[in-house]
């Protein structure tokens, strides 16, 4: 009878070390390999005793993921914020790491994380990327504002963004430094720039058949838009990944915390411990209708 092995493996940009241990707790094996696609899979192949591995979730983690999952009979990613057996160790190292995550998996401590499909993923990948550009294009909206305050130049803020009124303003200017005009020009450039390629991604993302009847119901929804829906929609991934609507409604930041001890109960405000990109239709100015 094959006997588990339980992984931990501590994941960074150039390597990743690992520990394997038994159900009992006892070292097998711990080294590093490479942070290499061909590296790593060789040493998965290696591994021949069935395996259940963990690793905690960074930017690396993801490739790392996908990589070593069809070598694994599970494999699970760990919530950063709660691995607090690893964050507030005395001594801290690579191995230290790795032999306590496993320690977490084989002793059913580990606190998981969800995954999303390489699918679902990339898709996310594409509406986070709009939402860097969309940041970018209203700073350069704010820097033209900025750069005609600077230089005492009167403007119509409503209209400044015009394409026609900006060309109009532009021809006016006589006692602003040409130096001034031509970031000006630039910076309208950049923004149109930018503006068309946050238009052409999120019609990339409407049009994918993965997520089209969703974005329709959910567009369905009085209030809610094709920016909202989308981003609902990628951020949450399976929405039956939640139990209860009562930890839906948590992840997305809408329940107050509650503490109780000695029998005295505390309610505190409503929980910002969410992911900003779940904010993102609220906080960010939107351009492109």
Not at 54 to 72: G, N, Q, R, V
Not at 110 to 128: A, Q, T
Not at 208 to 231: F, H, K
Not at 232 to 255: K, Q, V
Request: charged share 25%; with cysteine.
């Amino acid at each position: 009878m094959n006997v588990i092995h339980y992984i931990g493996l501590d994941v960074h940009k150039k390597s990743i070390s690992y520990c394997v241990k038994t159900v009992a707790g006892e070292i097998v094996k711990e080294g590093k390999v490479a942070a290499d696609l061909a590296a790593l899979t060789e040493w998965a192949e290696k591994h021949m005793q069935p395996w259940r591995g963990a690793m905690e979730a960074t930017l690396f983690s993801a490739w790392i993921y996908d990589t070593l999952k069809p070598y694994a009979v599970q494999l699970e990613m760990g919530h950063p914020a709660r691995m607090k057996a690893i964050t507030c160790g005395k001594k801290k190292s690579d191995k230290i790491d790795a032999r306590t995550i496993a320690d977490l998996l084989r002793c059913n401590l580990l606190p998981v994380c969800y995954v999303m499909p390489p699918g679902l993923r990339d898709l996310r990948r594409l509406l986070r990327y709009r939402s860097l550009v969309v940041r970018e294009s209203v700073r350069m909206q704010n820097k033209i504002a900025g750069l005609l305050m600077e230089t005492g130049t009167p403007f119509n803020k409503e209209k400044l963004h015009g394409k026609k009124y900006f060309a109009q303003l532009i021809e006016t200017l006589e006692q602003v430094p040409e130096s001034v005009k031509d970031l000006l020009q630039m910076s309208r450039s950049a923004m149109e720039m930018f503006e068309t390629t946050q238009k052409r991604l999120v019609k990339q993302l409407l049009v994918n058949p993965a997520l089209a009847q969703r974005i329709e119901r959910l567009a369905g929804i009085r209030g809610v838009g094709e920016i909202t829906a989308l981003t609902w929609a990628l951020e949450i991934g399976d929405p039956h990944r939640f139990h209860s609507n009562a930890d839906a409604m948590s992840y997305c930041g809408l329940t107050a915390a509650w503490r109780m001890s000695a029998d005295k109960q505390q309610r505190g405000p409503i929980s910002d411990r969410l992911s900003g990109c779940l904010l993102c239709p609220r906080n960010q100015k939107r351009i492109g209708g």
